[in-house]
């Protein structure tokens, strides 16, 4: 076997991590990305053990049934499509998942339900709203800005949603970090008086 499926898998870090120990072990690589691992040359049954007891205590887990796999698939590209400088997605995410995956809707969504008690929805949710979060936290865009970024169709949208998925609303989220990093920047003063 030549790839890898991977479950946990979700950020560049991520990618730099595994590829960082590929190396360290000694495998020649092809390619690293989310939720998979391509290696050059065919990889032993042995050397699958070697990397699953490598990246265990890292967080990830080697994948190796289909079902599994497939829901680590739509996972990695609901996470491409909301990583993405402008979510441009113009289709539904339904007909989005259906093009990349080559597999009916109505199948995946059963699938993933199944196997992450959330629908697929939900977890599309989650990630958006993650991303919103950093996006406020680097406090570079608007909200105005994020809501377009993120392909809300407007601010009050995104404002209802976020407030549902965190209990908080946006700008509250940015005012609580404001007053952390001050609470932070007072006790560092402090403590070099």
């Known amino acids: 076997m030549k790839i890898l499926r991977v479950k946990n898998m979700v950020c ?3 990618i730099m991590v595994i590829e960082k120990t590929m190396e360290d072990l000694g495998f020649d690589l092809n390619d690293v990305d989310l939720g998979m691992i391509e290696f050059h040359e065919p990889i032993t049954l042995a050397d699958r053990d070697k990397i ?3 990246i265990q205590p890292l967080g990830f887990e080697l994948l190796s049934d289909k079902k599994s796999m497939l829901v680590e698939r739509i996972k ?3 996470i491409e499509l909301v990583s993405k400088d402008v979510n441009d997605l113009t289709i ?3 007909e989005y998942l259906s093009s990349k995956l080559q597999v009916e809707y109505h199948t995946l969504s059963q699938l993933f339900s199944n196997q ?3 629908t697929i929805e939900q977890f599309y949710i989650l990630q958006k709203i993650e ?4 996006l406020l936290v680097y406090d570079e865009l608007t909200l105005s800005e994020i809501a377009y970024k993120m392909n809300y169709s407007s601010v009050g949208h995104l404002s209802n949603q976020f407030k549902k998925v965190t209990g908080l609303a946006p700008t509250h989220f940015k005012e609580i970090k404001v007053f952390k990093e001050e609470v932070i920047n007072n006790n560092d003063i402090k403590q070099t008086s």
């Open 116 to 118: 992450e008690s959330q």
């Open 52 to 54: 699953e007891k490598a």
């Open 76 to 78: 990695t590209q609901i």
């Open 131 to 134: 991303k919103v979060k950093e």
């Open 12 to 14: 560049p870090r991520c």
């Open 92 to 94: 539904t995410l339904s």
